[in-house]
C-alpha cells in the first residue's frame, strides 16, 4: 500500500485509531503505537468550549508527546460554539491534524447541537468548517462523518462535497446512521457513495475487526484508508495485523502469555501517564473485553476487577503467565472469593 497523505501529513499506514472518549487516551494511544501498524490516532473527544476557557484537564489531552505522532486532535461543538477559537489554540501549540466530530451518535453530544446534529445541516456545517480551515493557517482539517441522521436522511455524500469544497482535506465515514447506534451492520455502499462524491481522501469506519474485514472495506468502498474503534479495545494489536496483510507480510501469532504481556504494558502506561487511580478504573473495566480474547480467564478477571491496587492487578496478570492447572485455578477460588462468587 502506498502512503497516504492528509494535507502535508503523511500516513505511514493506512489504518487508523478512531477518536473515541474514554477510552483513546494517551498510554492506550501508545500501547497500540508500541504494537505497530498505526497510521493516525485520534485524540478523546475534546469540547471546543472547555478548551477555549482553558479546562486543564481538557487542554492536557490536546498536547501529545513527540511519540504520539501523527496525532489527529479532534473537537466538538455546535455552530454556536468557538470551535475555530479551539482549533487554533490545538495548532498553536503544535497540533498537525485538527478533526471536527459530525458523527457522535451520543445524547451527551448531540444535546449540545454537535456530533450527528450537524449532519442535519450541510449548509451551516460547512460554512463552520471552512472557518476552522481558515483558524488552522494551513494545518489539516478533516471531519468524522455518519451516513446521516436516519435510513431517510443519508445526507453523507452530499455533505462530504460541501466539506472538500469548504477545504477539508479527509473525511472519515462510520457506515451507520445516528438513528442506528452502533446496531445492525455498517453499510459499505453508503460509503462507497461518499468516495464517489469527493476526490480527497475517505477513511472507511466501521465493523473492522479483522484484517479480511478491512480488506473488504477498501475492496468494496474504494477508501484510501481504514479506522478501527470498539475493537481496538479488546485487540490493541489489530492495527499490526490489517497493515501486515495489506504487505502481505505474516501476522503476528499472539498467544495468551503475550497478551497478557500487552495488558501489563498498558497498566504501566497508565501509571506512568495518568496515576494509579486512573489504572484501577481502566484495568478493572477493560478486563473483561480483554478476557475475550484469552479463552476461560474467569479468574483473573474476577481477580482483576476486585483488585484495590495496581500492584494487586500486575500480581494477578503475572501469575497468569505461567501455566495455571485446574487444581491451581480451583484452589484460588477458594481462598479468594466468597463461596457465593464461586460457580
Request: glycine share 8%; aromatic share 4%.
Amino acid at each position: 500500500m502506498a502512503q497516504m497523505h492528509i494535507g502535508n501529513v503523511i500516513l505511514e499506514s493506512p489504518v487508523c485509531l478512531a477518536p473515541m472518549a474514554g477510552i483513546a487516551d494517551l498510554p492506550f494511544r501508545l500501547l497500540c503505537r508500541e504494537l505497530g501498524g498505526v497510521g493516525m490516532a485520534g485524540s478523546e473527544l475534546l469540547n471546543a468550549r472547555a478548551i477555549v476557557q482553558g479546562r486543564a484537564a481538557i487542554c492536557k489531552k490536546a498536547l501529545p508527546p513527540p511519540e504520539d505522532s501523527p496525532l489527529s486532535v479532534q473537537i466538538y461543538g455546535s455552530v454556536d460554539d468557538p470551535l475555530p477559537e479551539a482549533a487554533t489554540w490545538a495548532v498553536e501549540r503544535g497540533a498537525k491534524i485538527i478533526d471536527i466530530n459530525m458523527g457522535c451518535p451520543v445524547d451527551k453530544v448531540c444535546k449540545k447541537n454537535g456530533g450527528s446534529l450537524l449532519l442535519k445541516t450541510p449548509g451551516k456545517t460547512a460554512t463552520l468548517a471552512k472557518q476552522i480551515v481558515e483558524a488552522t493557517a494551513g494545518v489539516p482539517v478533516t471531519a468524522k462523518i455518519r451516513l446521516g441522521w436516519e435510513e431517510d436522511e443519508l445526507t453523507a455524500p452530499e455533505l462530504a462535497k460541501r466539506l472538500e469544497d469548504a477545504g477539508i482535506m479527509a473525511i472519515t465515514v462510520h457506515g451507520r446512521t445516528t438513528h442506528q447506534m452502533f446496531r445492525g451492520s455498517a453499510n459499505l455502499d453508503g460509503i462507497a457513495k461518499v468516495v464517489e462524491a469527493v476526490s480527497i481522501p475517505v477513511i472507511g469506519n466501521g465493523d473492522i475487526c479483522s484484517p479480511e474485514s478491512a480488506q473488504r472495506m477498501f475492496d468494496h468502498t474504494g477508501c484510501d484508508a481504514v479506522m478501527i474503534g470498539r475493537h481496538a479495545m479488546k485487540a490493541p494489536w489489530i492495527f499490526d495485523d490489517i497493515t501486515k496483510h495489506l504487505h502481505n507480510e505474516p501476522i503476528t501469532f499472539r498467544g495468551r502469555n503475550d497478551k497478557i504481556k500487552i495488558i501489563l504494558r498498558h497498566l504501566e502506561l497508565i501509571l506512568e501517564h495518568r496515576g494509579e487511580r486512573a489504572a484501577l478504573h481502566c484495568m478493572t473495566n477493560r478486563i473483561a473485553l480483554y478476557g475475550k480474547t484469552l479463552g476461560h480467564i474467569k479468574p483473573l478477571k474476577e481477580w482483576v476487577r476486585l483488585a484495590k491496587s495496581a500492584d494487586e492487578i500486575r500480581e494477578a496478570l503475572e501469575a497468569w503467565l505461567i501455566p495455571v492447572t485446574t487444581d491451581c485455578q480451583s484452589n484460588w477460588l477458594k481462598v479468594n472469593l466468597a463461596p457465593s462468587q464461586i460457580n
